[in-house]
């Protein structure tokens, strides 16, 4: 993402974001959590603030594999699709049943 991108999704002027990122100065307090959802962290992981190390969920993992699978071309999609269908289908059944 540019700069100049970034600066659209949370209304700044791109050059107020390069000064933050090549001052280290840190934002307006209202600017922090657009800044931080339009980056995909907390606020805490933008202030540098989440020391400890998350774990990553079962949830967390399945979400970073899609959003991978996202990215691919789409016949590469369908292809993983067409594997993991029968697969899921089964077990939603084995649940209901």
């Not at 540098?48 to 990215?71: C, P, V, Y």
């Not at 067409?82 to 697969?87: A, D, F, K, V």
């Amino acid at each position: 993402m540019t700069l100049r991108e970034l600066g659209e999704l949370i209304g700044e002027c791109h050059s107020t974001i390069g000064y933050w990122e090549s001052t280290g100065k840190l934002p307006r307090s209202e600017v922090l959590v657009p800044l931080a959802r339009a980056l995909g962290v907390s606020v805490e992981d933008l202030l540098g603030e989440n020391t400890q190390k998350r774990q990553t969920t079962l949830r967390g993992k399945a979400a970073q594999l899609f959003d991978a699978i996202s990215k691919l071309p789409r016949r590469q999609q369908e292809k993983i699709f067409e594997i993991l269908r029968p697969y899921v289908k089964e077990q939603i059944k084995g649940r209901i049943s």
